[in-house]
């Protein structure tokens, strides 16, 4: 009986240190989600850009459908967005790496006219019409050391076409206020 009591102590003890840690957020995922909380509408105001054109004269524009992908990428050019934050911030001697994180919610469903949806898991294999979106996508997220400096490069895209531009941000009394943007490309 004595033993039964241990393994199942350990067994729990083990089950709890388990559990903690696979839902601990790292610092720069936190701050990363108080930017983008922070930040929301100015991280999604390219997308009053995006209208549908009217089917006849009849027709009114209409606003296209959002998605916001529910992940942070690091894609393969991350060099590029590195080397801009270091050049704005003067880090030019600092290591700094972008970094992947889950976004679990948005802190609004509507900017302007827009309607915003997060896509999780496999939800984008059940979008009508992929052609006729726009795909929002938070990508190569960088926070320097002293977590005073961060930038996000936002990624939209319709179809074939495309803009990724950078966000800068500074905290300024333990805000994050938005200071400046860099076009990536556009295609």
């Not at 294999?125 to 005073?148: G, R, W």
Request: net charge positive.
């Amino acid at each position: 009986m004595p033993r039964n009591f241990k393994i199942r102590s350990f067994f729990l003890l083990f089950l709890f240190l388990f559990l903690s840690c696979k839902n601990k957020i790292t610092d720069k995922e936190e701050i990363a989600i108080n930017i983008i909380n922070d930040n929301f509408e100015i991280l999604m105001e390219e997308i009053s850009f995006y209208k549908r054109p009217p089917k006849s004269d009849v027709d009114k524009e209409e606003n296209k459908p959002v998605y916001l992908i529910g992940s942070s990428a690091i894609t393969s050019d991350s060099s590029e967005p590195i080397e801009k934050f270091r050049k704005k911030f003067n880090l030019e001697n600092k290591n700094i790496e972008p970094f992947f994180f889950l976004i679990k919610n948005i802190p609004q469903n509507k900017i302007k006219e827009h309607h915003i949806q997060l896509l999780q898991g496999d939800n984008f294999d059940k979008i009508p019409n992929k052609s006729d979106i726009i795909l929002v996508e938070f990508a190569n997220v960088l926070i320097d050391d002293s977590h005073k400096f961060a930038s996000i490069n936002v990624i939209m895209s319709i179809g074939i076409a495309a803009i990724s531009e950078i966000y800068y941000f500074k905290k300024i009394k333990n805000k994050w206020v938005f200071c400046g943007k860099e076009l990536l490309y556009l295609g």
